[in-house]
């Protein structure tokens, strides 16, 4: 079975100041990994993911990801944090092969002071 | 309309009512999903859809009965509820069911039941 913890439900940074939002898989095959954010009254939507090419992912908005299989880690950075980033981040894996669904961790919110 | 919509966005019931959610997508894919967001939760998947086929059913609770009548929509009718269902009910969308496709997600349909 496939997991994802993230760290922390709550991160607090100062405009300007790296973000940084932790996720840790679990998964007994090679897995594909999604990082999401949800702003308040709408739905996900992608910010990157991982399926396998290089390690170092970018995404959307600024956002970039490394992926790092010896320490099952899928960690998202941001330089420079802007107040529009204040959202709910959310991590998920799936399956490399077959029809396997997503899983998606509990979510970080992510809080950006003036 | 662009991408996925959902209707209504808010919807209050009493344990007895009927009601149903309605997730319409513009995207031309065949997949479509529904999640259930809890408070302090991951998102959990309920129902998978494609090619009009119901393929994954998560024991989700019988007052919970999704339809799928054609590509472009899902309805999700709901009878008999308890308070514990009050969630942001998700629905989203994907080209197919391949590993790694992305998926595109609707605003929600935020139910309470009283």
């Known amino acids: 079975a496939q997991s994802v913890t993230q760290l922390g439900s709550h991160v607090s940074v100062s405009e300007g100041a790296l973000v940084l939002l932790r996720c840790n898989y679990s998964?007994?095959?090679?897995?594909?990994l999604f990082w999401y954010v949800q702003y308040p009254n709408q739905g996900l939507q992608l910010l990157l993911k991982?399926?396998?090419?290089?390690?170092l992912v970018k995404g959307i908005n600024g956002f970039e990801a490394e992926f790092k299989k010896s320490e099952t880690s899928f960690h998202l950075t941001k330089p420079s944090a802007h107040m529009s980033d204040a959202a709910e981040y959310f991590c998920?894996?799936?399956?490399?092969?077959?029809?396997?669904?997503?899983?998606f961790g509990k979510g970080t919110r992510l809080s950006v002071i003036a | 309309e662009t991408g996925v919509t959902q209707t209504p966005r808010h919807l209050v019931m009493g344990m007895t009512n009927k009601k149903s959610l309605k997730c319409e997508q513009h995207?031309?894919?065949?997949?479509m999903y529904w999640y259930k967001q809890s408070a302090k939760k991951p998102l959990e998947l309920m129902f998978v859809?494609?090619?009009?086929?119901?393929?994954e059913n998560n024991s989700v609770p019988s007052r919970f009965s999704p339809e799928c009548p054609n590509s472009s929509h899902l309805f999700l009718h709901l009878h008999t509820l308890q308070p514990e269902d009050s969630a942001l009910y998700l629905c989203?969308?994907?080209?197919?069911?391949?590993?790694?496709?992305?998926?595109?997600f609707g605003p929600g349909t935020r139910l309470t039941v009283t």
């Open positions: 998964s007994s095959v090679p897995p594909y």
């Open positions: 998920a894996v799936t399956s490399f092969s077959g029809n396997t669904p997503l899983v």
């Open positions: 995207l031309g894919h065949n997949a």
């Open positions: 991982y399926t396998s090419a290089a390690t």
């Open positions: 989203a969308s994907s080209q197919d069911r391949k590993t790694g496709a992305e998926q595109y």
């Open positions: 859809y494609s090619l009009e086929e119901r393929v």
